[in-house]
Nanobody, 124 residues
Framework: QVQLVESGGGLVQAGGSLRLSCSASGRTFPTYAMGWFRQSPGKEREFVAAIAGSWGGGSMSYHDSVKGRFTISRDNARSTVWLQMNSLKPEDTAVYYC???????????????WGQGTQVTVSS
């Protein structure tokens, strides 16, 4: 049984930083891609960042709206992926989800397991 557990969300002022963590179990972690998505009320769940597994050389990709502000990283020995979020804006407010799949794509349908989500709120 694959399980993903996110942590690190919270309330922060605009311009501040947060670091989200996602701990994975039940799968050969280094092999698989990891992604971060977010969803705010009334909106579709959207891609934020992804990092490939060993099959994909660990390459990273980002949504244009977070490039230069967010950084995705992974530690295969600890089966953990992080999302470092800097220069946060009110429009970053959402529930953030980590997910795992075979390929590091921007499409949520390519990820087969999801965490429960962690709330990030950025005040203006």
């Amino acid at each position: 049984q694959v399980q993903l557990v996110e942590s690190g969300g919270g309330l922060v002022q605009a311009g501040g930083s947060l670091r989200l963590s996602c701990s994975a179990s039940g799968r050969t972690f280094p092999t698989y891609a990891m992604g971060w998505f977010r969803q705010s009320p009334g909106k579709e769940r959207e891609f934020v960042a992804a990092i490939a597994g060993s099959w994909g050389g660990g390459s990273m990709s980002y949504h244009d709206s977070v490039k230069g502000r967010f950084t995705i990283s992974r530690d295969n020995a600890r089966s953990t992926v992080w999302l470092q979020m800097n220069s946060l804006k009110p429009e970053d407010t959402a529930v953030y989800y980590c997910a795992t799949g075979v390929r590091a794509t921007t499409s949520k349908t390519d990820y087969d397991y999801w965490g429960q989500g962690t709330q990030v709120t950025v005040s203006s």
